[in-house]
């Protein structure tokens, strides 16, 4: 800490640098957005082949490549892309302030029914409260069961769930591998 700074003037300065942070943490979620876009319009085109005889130029892949971008991440910034600006209508200044992981993992569950619901789980919650919510989903469960029943997650650890507040139950094997009960 400066002793020269007072309390005052050393807050003011952090707090403009904190606000910088947030602005800048919302261009970088949104770049991804715009980033998806066109990486989908290159693939559809194949407009990436216009840029020369060269090897990285001449499959989709290889252009990724060339620009640093894994090409699991490419094919996920489209989706993310396609999904939420052209499937659900969002404009990307919605979308702000939401990383693109998190939004990838919504992408298995979202639709025009729940997706206002999602995406403020999505910048409301921690990232492991929201992959638990998700993987609830994954399994069938509705979002209301899912905030009805408050030892959920237990009983879908023993593969299956009983909630003693619906009184449902369902011996179904959840997809996916789930560890044995730790909570026993």
Same mark, same amino acid.
């Given at each position: 800490m400066d002793k020269k700074l007072t309390p005052a003037k050393g807050y003011q300065i952090a707090k403009n640098l904190d606000n910088k942070i947030d602005e800048l943490q919302g261009l970088a979620s949104l770049?991804?957005?715009?980033?998806? #876009?066109?990486? +989908? $319009?290159? @693939?559809? @085109?194949?407009? =990436? *082949?216009y840029l020369g005889e060269d090897i990285e130029y001449q499959d989709f892949e290889s252009y990724v490549q060339s620009k640093g971008i894994q090409l699991r991440k490419a094919y996920y910034l489209i989706q993310i892309y396609s999904t939420f600006i052209i499937g659900l209508q969002y404009k990307p200044e919605e979308l702000s302030n939401i990383y693109w992981t998190t939004l990838r993992t919504l992408l298995p569950v979202v639709d025009k029914d729940n997706s206002e619901?999602?995406?403020? +789980?999505?910048?409301?919650? #921690?990232?492991?409260?929201?992959?638990? $919510?998700? #993987?609830?989903?994954?399994?069938?469960?509705?979002?209301?069961?899912i905030h009805d029943c408050q030892h959920?997650? +237990?009983? /879908? /650890?023993?593969? =299956?769930? $009983? %909630?003693?507040? %619906?009184? $449902?139950?369902?011996? *179904?094997?959840? +997809?996916?591998?789930?560890k044995e009960d730790i909570w026993k």
């Open positions: 770049s991804f957005l715009y980033i998806g #876009k066109i990486l +989908k $319009e290159l @693939k559809e @085109k194949r407009l =990436y *082949q619901e999602l995406l403020a +789980k999505a910048r409301s919650l #921690k990232r492991s409260d929201l992959d638990i $919510e998700i #993987k609830q989903l994954r399994l069938g469960l509705t979002l209301e069961k959920l997650w +237990k009983h /879908i /650890i023993r593969e =299956y769930w $009983e %909630c003693e507040k %619906c009184r $449902e139950r369902t011996y *179904q094997k959840p +997809k996916g591998k789930i």
